[in-house]
Nanobody
Framework: QVQLVESGGGFVQPGGSARLSCKYS????????IAWFRQAPGKEREGVSC????????YYADSAKGRFTISRDNVKNTVYLQMNNLKPDDTAVYYC??????????????????WGQGTQVTVSS
């Protein structure tokens, strides 16, 4: 079965950076789309970015463009989310999610059927 394990969260100063990791395993189908979502207390889950294991194509939510970068290491079976110029509004639990053979890159929560446990990112002074 697909398994996803996130790491890299923690306490970050405003304007600082963090790199989240999502190590995946159990990918047996043709290809997968791996995404980062985040959820702040009292708010709905929000898509951040996603990447395809087929061709490394990427998609970013408007909130992530220009500050966040998603990438993948095929050897390490790991997807990264580099986050720069972090703001207090970025504070959330960040989740890694995956779905097999998604036709188009979409940050829609219910379309993803495998999820990691989440890692907390707190941006505060």
């Amino acid at each position: 079965q697909v398994q996803l394990v996130e790491s890299g969260g923690g306490f970050v100063q405003p304007g600082g950076s963090a790199r989240l990791s999502c190590k995946y395993s159990g990918f047996t189908l043709d290809f997968y789309v791996i995404a980062w979502f985040r959820q702040a207390p009292g708010k709905e889950r929000e898509g951040v970015s996603c990447i395809s294991t087929r061709d490394d194509s990427t998609y970013y939510a408007d909130s992530a463009k220009g500050r966040f970068t998603i990438s993948r290491d095929n050897v390490k079976n790991t997807v990264y989310l580099q986050m720069n110029n972090l703001k207090p509004d970025d504070t959330a639990v960040y989740y890694c999610a995956a779905v097999a053979k998604m036709r188009y890159l979409e940050l829609i929560s219910w379309k993803y059927n495998s999820w990691g446990q989440g890692t907390q990112v707190t941006v505060s002074s």
